[in-house]
T-cell receptor, first 113, second 114 residues
Framework: GAGVSQSPSNKVTEKGKDVELRCDPI?????LYWYRQSLGQGLEFLIYFQGNSAPDKSGLPSDRFSAERTGGSVSTLTIQRTQQEDSAVYLC???????????FGPGTRLTVT | GNSVTQMEGPVTLSEEAFLTINCTYT??????LFWYVQYPGEGLQLLLKATKADDKGSNKGFEATYRKETTSFHLEKGSVQVSDSAVYFC?????????????WGLGTSLAVNP
């Protein structure tokens, strides 16, 4: 079946603009995660959804970052007033429940100029 | 807090050499431990995992044993191939509650030369 998909694959934006990144998890997966992979910083957790609710938002770096999930499926990560330090690869993962392996999407490479 | 430390790369080996990538962790409680791999141009994939002490995860010739006494989960392979060239990430997560996020090491780049 289809894996986790993310769009766009690449996004170049000007500093100060807002961006939306989309994640389509594997059908039936109730848990969804966002991570950020920065050069030299490794991977960092951003937010976790179980269904449409987010029990763990502890990784969102500032109030410019928000995420939502609707219908227990698609999730959107929004970054407002982008800054250059937001440049990174944003990864989405899903699984059938928190105790299962996480399946990762290919990521969205965000470049803020 | 909870953290993962893995050896810095890059690691460069010749084909058929023995590989060890060290990973140690700090955690409150009893985490599950994972190795993920990212091949060039591809997404992260689970390589192997272990969910409790003394468990050994294995896949594609790679092995790692969950050592609670040394808080380690070192990745080993007896004979690497060029196709093993990738970035390897050690990670942990917890088995209980809502705190199921993965906590990652910084990754170790492996290059295998023919």
């Amino acid at each position: 079946g289809a894996g986790v998909s993310q769009s766009p694959s690449n996004k170049v934006t000007e500093k100060g603009k807002d961006v939306e990144l989309r994640c389509d998890p594997i059908s039936g997966h109730t848990a969804l995660y966002w991570y950020r992979q920065s050069l030299g910083q490794g991977l960092e957790f951003l937010i976790y959804f179980q269904g449409n609710s987010a029990p763990d938002k502890s990784g969102l770096p500032s109030d410019r970052f928000s995420a939502e999930r609707t219908g227990g499926s698609v999730s959107t990560l929004t970054i407002q007033r982008t800054q250059q330090e937001d440049s990174a690869v944003y990864l989405c993962a899903s699984n059938p429940g928190p105790s299962y392996e996480q399946y990762f999407g290919p990521g969205t490479r965000l470049t803020v100029t | 807090g909870n953290s993962v430390t893995q050896m810095e790369g890059p690691v460069t080996l010749s084909e058929e050499a023995f590989l060890t990538i060290n990973c140690t962790y700090t955690a409150t409680g009893y985490p599950s431990l994972f190795w993920y791999v990212q091949y060039p141009g591809e997404g992260l994939q689970l390589l192997l995992k272990a969910t409790k002490a003394d468990d050994k995860g294995s896949n594609k010739g790679f092995e790692a044993t969950y050592r609670k006494e040394t808080t380690s989960f070192h990745l080993e392979k007896g004979s690497v191939q060029v196709s093993d060239s990738a970035v390897y990430f050690c990670a942990l997560s917890f088995n209980a509650g809502n705190n199921r996020k993965l906590i990652w090491g910084l990754g170790t780049s492996l290059a295998v030369n023919p």
